[in-house]
């Protein structure tokens, strides 16, 4: 209940009730700020987009999780809308596609294609990262909680240590 009440300070102000005999204003409300929390406005600043939020051609999404746009980059309006396409078309997960070796140490090593089986539902490789992705971090990520690139190894970057 705090942390819900701090939240919402950082929006709403409360303004002080009138004293007895005093006109009050016009309701009960409270008063919405109208300076934007820094937190916010820091990250609605850095993905300008013009019109993303009434229209968005569902094909031009892409497949590939690298070359996916942050999910808080659309507007809010369509940003469920691009949630609900992504899980309707199920994790990018390549299964005829041969899997690059890497070194690491004195081993060579490769994403496996089984790991699909294990881990279907979120699972996801990018091939022109080599790199395996989180489709639900992807999709539900909070750019706003998230503090420095804590999860971007699953969302942005890749996550190569086989």
Known sequence: NQFIKSQMDKFLIK???PKDGQP???SNQPFVSSQVAPEVQRHTNSFP????D???DFKSLEADPKDRMPISSYGPNIRDAVRRYY?????????DHIFPKTKFGEKMRQFRPTWFKRRSQWLEYSI???AAFCLCCYLFKNELESRGNAGDSFTRDGFRCW
């Open 54 to 56: 009434n229209m968005l």
């Open 49 to 52: 987009l013009s019109n993303m």
């Open 128 to 130: 022109k990262a080599d």
């Open 15 to 17: 303004l002080p009730k």
């Open 87 to 95: 899980i309707q078309k199920k994790p990018c997960q390549p299964v």
């Open 24 to 26: 009050s204003s016009s």
